[in-house]
């Protein structure tokens, strides 16, 4: 199991941006794929992006393109999340997962494909 704990939550206007943090401890960091997902009232959890064990490629889902950036700092167990141009419909809590299985090639994107998580931060985005 790793353990999970991410920062940099808070209250935004429309248009500003934020940048998240997920500091790791327990397993091989930099032997695992990383994702972000949110969550927002009422809705199911939804999958945000995710980086490879190595950095060298991301994936995001299509409303987070071209707006939101990862990133990994393997060196200090951490991975980013930086999202700009934020709109109200990006609230949420913002959570960070570590993929179970190690060197994985392809980016999962299915929360059922990352075994540990964090407790999550509050994104909230003002009109």
């Known amino acids: 199991q790793m353990q999970l704990v991410e920062s940099g939550g808070g209250l935004v206007q429309a248009g500003g941006s934020l940048k998240l943090s997920c500091a790791a401890s327990?397993?091989?960091?930099?032997?695992?794929?990383m994702g972000w997902f949110r969550q927002a009232p009422g809705k199911e959890r939804e999958f945000v992006g995710g980086?490879?064990?190595?950095?060298?490629?991301?994936y995001y889902a299509d409303y987070a393109e071209g707006r939101f950036n990862m990133s990994r700092d393997n060196a200090k167990d951490t991975v980013y999340l930086q999202m700009n141009s934020l709109k109200p419909e990006d609230t949420a809590v913002y959570y960070c997962?570590?993929?179970?299985?190690?060197?994985?090639?392809?980016?999962?994107?299915?929360?059922?494909?990352?075994?540990?998580w964090g407790q999550g931060t509050q994104v909230t985005v003002s009109s």
């Open positions: 980086i490879k064990w190595n950095g060298r490629s991301t």
């Open positions: 997962a570590a993929d179970r299985r190690p060197f994985r090639e392809v980016i999962p994107t299915a929360p059922a494909s990352f075994g540990s």
């Open positions: 327990g397993r091989t960091f930099s032997s695992i794929a």
